[in-house]
């Protein structure tokens, strides 16, 4: 199970489409989160002994995927919210697959996280290497490139084409138009995040690691450069929010570390002021602007999400549903969203849905 793990976070960022019938793509990670299953199930069977999850984690997960399987009978768009019930129950034994990963000894774990850092350092080195090229070849030069030769062979011919007819890659700084660092993922959002939970994490290797830590002190910067340019400001907010959490986590620790906590705030504090000067700034900045085409349409949506809460406020409009709620005839793959991971959630698992979701991570954080 350890080097299966670390395989799977190893390619992860880098999976794959297979394409077994027309407009379908199938990512390869889903078939090895299967095979992982199985593989799992089978070797405890095989030692008579299949390790299983307890705890409320577990539970609220388990009601959480139960509670939107159900929300298949109350969906206007019974095949929609089916193609999304089983891309969930896809990846969701995943979750206990990590369960008893967190059981193993300390060697184990950090195996693992090693593969995870070192995937996503790679993703980040092809996100900033595809930003910087726009400067020799060209904003629209790259983009074409992007998304008709790159995209389509990990994203799958359909899934690139509605990538490439609502793009979200382009970004407006200071009047100039760039091409927002995304390496090849669907959305500059998705690897602003996966750049942001792997940077702690990396910085996490480089204290604890004394024999490598000019290695991981590398990839931190890297990983934190890729994060930077991808230019999501929801990615700038989570990174600031979750570099707080942990400096205050640092500072309640014992004495001894109180002049090296000092240090580290110091020292963010300055990279905090540089970035004020910088696109990176001007960027966060806009977060506030009340005159942000991004920010009317965000809070747009938002309004909107809540007036269909309102209509369906305990089951929600069935998974897969929300597209063609808002908009009837809507197809499968338009990407219409709430913008809001957990007003998504509300909207088409209900509140039970989202208080069943929270629990999970309510419970991971104590």
């Known amino acids: 199970m350890k080097f299966f793990l670390a395989a799977y976070f190893l ?8 394409s077994p019938a027309p407009g379908v793509d199938l990512a390869v990670m889903r078939v090895a989160t299967l095979l992982g299953v199985l593989f799992w199930l089978a070797w405890g069977l095989f030692q008579r002994k299949v390790f299983v999850p307890t705890g409320w984690g577990p539970v609220f997960w388990l009601c959480f995927l139960f509670f939107s399987t159900l929300s298949y ?4 768009e019974q095949s929609f919210a089916l193609r999304k019930i089983l891309f969930l129950l896809n990846f969701a034994p995943i979750f206990f697959l990590a369960c008893i990963w967190l059981q193993q000894s300390y060697q184990e774990r950090f195996f693992v996280i090693r593969a995870y ?5 790679l993703l980040a080195v092809v996100g900033i290497v595809l930003f910087l090229s726009q400067f020799l070849f060209g904003v629209e030069a790259v983009f074409a490139v992007l998304t008709q030769n790159i995209l389509p062979f990990f994203l799958g011919d359909t899934f690139a084409q509605v990538v490439a007819t609502y793009p979200s890659l382009l970004v407006n700084i200071s009047g100039v138009t760039l091409l927002r660092a995304s390496g090849v993922f669907p959305d500059p959002h998705m690897f602003s995040y996966y750049m942001g939970m792997a940077f702690p994490i990396a910085c996490a290797l480089a204290y604890h690691e004394k024999t490598r830590r000019g290695q991981w002190f590398t990839l931190s910067a890297i990983l934190l450069l890729a994060h930077l340019l991808s230019f999501s400001r929801g990615g700038y907010v989570g990174l600031l929010v979750a570099t707080l959490f942990v400096l205050l986590m640092v500072l309640f620790q014992a004495r001894r570390v109180y002049g090296r906590s000092i240090l580290i705030a110091i020292a963010l504090s300055g990279i905090v ?3 004020a000067f910088s696109p990176f700034g001007d960027r966060f900045t806009s977060i506030f602007s ?5 920010n009317k349409e965000r809070i747009r949506l938002w309004q909107e999400a809540g007036v269909y809460i309102g209509e369906n406020p305990f089951f929600g409009v069935g998974l897969g549903n929300y597209a063609a709620t808002v908009r009837p005839g809507a197809g499968y793959r338009e990407p219409i969203y709430a913008h809001n991971v957990y007003l998504d959630i509300a909207l088409v698992a209900g509140l039970v849905g989202l ?3 929270l629990g999970v991570f309510g419970v991971a954080f104590l």
């Open 11 to 18: 390619v992860l960022p880098f999976q794959w489409a297979l």
């Open 355 to 357: 208080l069943f979701f």
């Open 290 to 294: 009340q005159e942000d085409g991004s």
């Open 73 to 76: 009978f109350w969906a206007t």
């Open 273 to 275: 002021a540089l970035g």
């Open 117 to 121: 850092v070192m995937g996503a350092s």
